[in-house]
């Protein structure tokens, strides 16, 4: 079964400061790759999402993601985060070979932006 | 409203009720999916339903016992719960793996915070 890992569970940074969150997954076969964001009392939006081409991803509010097959890896990055991006991020995966469309989740990482 | 949708926001009940979540998605989705966020785990999936059907049951108790009558409407029945069922219960939608299409997105609603005493 798939599953999903984020190494980082709490990121403090400063206003400014680059951002990388790691994500990876288990199987090798063809999948949708997502990060979703989570703002204190809000609902899970969807940051961006990669299922072909370029695998560098360009998503809302200036974050981006690299799809690096080799390494089953899908890391998110942003090069100056700011004190509105403290929240909780997301990476899910669906397996498109089996046709499930359910996602399969990391368990999050808290990021706390300090100004 | 826009989006997806779900009530009541809140819900506190004992372990010997009945209540029901409700979900209604208003963007034409054809897939609805009720997950499970816990403290300090992974979003659960917990059903998934394609054109009201029922096509995913990751062993949830019977405890809960979903019903879609349509593909823009999905209930959660709770019954004799437990405490450690307390958690958001997050509803989603999609618009669901047609022939050929290479992708498939999940919007999800704002959740219902549920505590059992």
């Known amino acids: 079964a798939q599953s999903v890992s984020q190494h980082n569970h709490h990121v403090i940074l400063s206003e400014a400061a680059s951002l990388e969150l790691g994500c990876n997954y288990s199987y090798g076969g063809t999948v949708n790759l997502f990060w979703y964001v989570q703002y204190p009392g809000q609902h899970l939006q969807l940051l961006l999402k990669y299922f072909s081409g370029d695998p560098l991803v360009k998503g809302i509010k200036g974050f981006e993601a690299e799809f690096i097959k080799s390494k089953f890896s899908f890391n998110l990055r942003k090069p100056s985060v700011q004190w509105s991006d403290t929240a909780e991020y997301f990476c899910?995966?669906?397996?498109?070979?089996?046709?499930?469309?359910?996602?399969?989740f990391g368990s999050g990482t808290r990021l706390q932006v300090q100004p | 409203e826009t989006g997806v949708t779900q009530t009541p926001r809140h819900l506190v009940m004992g372990m010997t009720n009945k209540k029901s979540l409700k979900c209604e998605q208003h963007l034409g989705h054809n897939a609805m999916y009720w997950y499970k966020q816990s403290a300090k785990k992974p979003l659960e999936l917990m059903f998934v339903?394609?054109?009201?059907?029922?096509?995913e049951n990751n062993s949830v108790p019977s405890r809960f016992s979903p019903e879609c009558p349509n593909s823009s409407h999905l209930f959660l029945h709770l019954h004799t719960l437990q405490p450690e069922d307390s958690a958001l219960y997050l509803c989603?939608?999609?618009?669901?793996?047609?022939?050929?299409?290479?992708?498939?997105?999940?919007?999800f609603g704002p959740g219902t915070r549920l505590t059992v005493l």
């Open positions: 989603a939608s999609s618009q669901g793996l047609a022939s050929g299409a290479l992708t498939d997105t999940q919007y």
């Open positions: 339903y394609n054109l009201k059907e029922q096509t």
């Open positions: 899910a995966v669906s397996d498109m070979d089996t046709g499930r469309r359910a996602l399969t």
